[in-house]
């Protein structure tokens, strides 16, 4: 049995997956509070015990490091999953039986969920929305949890170790999560946005990977920053088309969680969606670059789930198609970029009731 937080302390929050960004997160949450760090493997919780340290990031003295999750869950009215989508349905579905209706759930996993309705191969089903979850929703399936919230923004995990200036959005359709998120998190180089639109900053998270990566194939490239401008405008225009497909407002996409991530992700080396297109330009192979990636690249994920479901849906997403045929189908950049240049449509900016026309 791990070490408990003392009952002399304020109310402990906890922090499920320690991996990079769960780290970050935790040092965030540690300013203002005791936090539970879980990790599932127990020489993970050990090393990190020992150590104060993991990954090579320091660890807030506030941090306890755990693998003893039912005691988490007692312990905190408050926590934050953090783990990628491809183990997010498992973890919450292990804890569902644990978690009562005044917990809070607030995570910050940018990717997507799908549910195979037959043994099938992926490759060769047809996908629909209704089988097509986000992490908010997947909590709502799994648990009796009303008190959802999402965290997105602009917050590499390596640039928040460095303590630099950032800030986040905390979404939910509850004013009280909102105000928890902000009390928990905020503190003087870490601001805190509040937005109801839940879906739509999930959406911004998961959907701007795809658009990192593809600004990783044309730095690697080396086509300069008009092309990259061109991307981002017209990539911020397809996330905004897919959003309105999952009832997304599109105001969401402007803000710190839409554009302000939008922007890092596709601008930082740190980032590991840029980094996986950056090397795919470069001549190597998925892969390879998969097999020594030790941190997830969520959008090579998200592509495969988009490109099914806007295919199924008849909707048009043309640079996720693109992309999807040069990750998966061995489709040169450069072709891809050259059958992009000579997509038919041509409007710019409607209005957000039209966005669908200018894609
Ligand atoms: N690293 C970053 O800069 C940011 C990452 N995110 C998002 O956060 C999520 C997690 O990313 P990272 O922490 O960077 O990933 P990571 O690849 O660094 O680590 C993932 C961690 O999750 C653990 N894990 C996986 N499945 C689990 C399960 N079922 N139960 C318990 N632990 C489990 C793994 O053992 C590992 O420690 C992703 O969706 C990512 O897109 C969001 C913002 C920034
Ligand atoms: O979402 C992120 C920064 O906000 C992290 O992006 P990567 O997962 O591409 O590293």
């Known amino acids: 049995m791990d070490s408990k937080i003392s009952n002399n302390d304020i109310q402990p929050v906890a922090v499920l997956g320690a991996g990079s960004f769960g780290t970050a997160v935790a040092n965030l949450l540690a300013v203002n509070s005791p936090v539970y760090l879980y990790a599932r493997k127990p020489e993970v919780v050990e090393e990190m015990k020992s150590s104060r340290e993991h990954n090579g990031v320091r660890l807030h003295e506030r941090i306890t490091p755990t693998n003893d999750l039912q005691m988490v869950v007692e312990q905190c009215t408050t926590l934050f999953p953090v783990v990628p989508s491809s183990g997010f349905r498992d973890l919450i579905h292990k804890i569902a039986p644990m978690l009562h209706p005044y917990h809070v759930l607030i995570h910050g996993t940018k990717g997507l969920d799908v549910q195979l309705e037959s043994d099938i191969p992926f490759e060769e089903q047809r996908i629909t929305k209704k089988q097509v979850k986000t992490m908010s929703e997947v909590i709502r399936d799994e648990t009796v949890v009303v008190r959802v919230g999402a965290l997105a923004g602009p917050n590499l995990a390596t640039e928040l170790a460095q303590g630099y200036p950032a800030a986040t959005v905390v979404a939910s359709p509850f004013n009280e999560v909102i105000q928890e998120g902000i009390r928990l998190l905020k503190n003087d180089k870490f601001q805190v946005y509040g937005n109801r639109d839940i879906i739509g900053i999930e959406l911004c998270g998961v959907l701007k990977n795809i658009i990192a990566i593809a600004s990783g194939g044309i730095a690697g490239m080396g086509m300069g920053e008009n092309s990259r401008g061109l991307l981002v405008s017209r990539g911020m225009m397809e996330m905004m088309h897919i959003g309105k497909f999952f ?44 097999n020594d990636m030790e941190e997830v690249a969520e959008g090579v994920n998200t592509i495969k789930i988009v490109k099914k479901l806007t295919e199924s849906a008849g909707l048009r997403a043309p640079i996720t198609e693109n992309l999807y045929r040069v990750l998966f189908e061995n489709q040169p950049v450069n072709e891809a970029i050259d059958t992009l240049m000579k997509y038919p449509f041509n409007i710019d900016v409607s209005m957000p009731d039209r966005i669908s026309e200018a894609t």
């Open 247 to 290: 009832g997304a407002e599109p105001e969401a996409f402007m803000g710190l969680a839409g554009i302000g991530d939008m922007v890092t992700t596709c601008y930082s080396t740190y980032s590991r969606n840029f980094t996986v297109g950056n090397r795919l330009a470069k001549g190597e192979s998925l892969q390879d670059i998969l």
